[in-house]
Nanobody, 122 residues
């Protein structure tokens, strides 16, 4: 059974940092492209960052470039999202999603996590 589990969310003040983690089991981690998505109350879910299955292409939302960094650790089967200089508008539920040999231009996913809440206060 495939499990995708996010952690690391919390409440921080503007300008602070958080590192989200997404641990996986039941799938071959190195075969999957991973996305971080987020959804704020009353808004549609949108892509934040993506890293391909082989790690050679990453994409980030323009509004987080220079502040957020996506990375993956193949030895730990874990995806990360380092978030620095957080702003109140980054407040959302953050989700990890996996797509078998996916491309970062395609937001479809085979597996989703349950999400982790990030709240940034001004």
């Amino acid at each position: 059974q495939v499990q995708v589990v996010e952690s690391g969310g919390g409440s921080v003040q503007a300008g602070g940092s958080l590192r989200l983690s997404c641990t996986t089991s039941g799938l071959t981690f190195s075969d999957y492209t991973f996305h971080w998505f987020r959804q704020a109350p009353g808004k549609e879910r949108g892509g934040v960052a993506c890293i391909r299955w082989n790690g050679d292409v990453t994409r980030s939302l323009d509004s987080v470039k220079g502040r957020f960094t996506i990375s993956r650790d193949y030895a730990k089967n874990t995806l990360y999202l380092q978030m620095n200089s957080l702003k109140p508008e980054d407040t959302a539920m953050y989700y990890c999603a996996a797509r078998l040999y996916g491309d970062c231009s395609d937001s479809a996913a085979d597996f989703w996590g349950q999400g982790t809440q990030v709240t940034v206060s001004s």
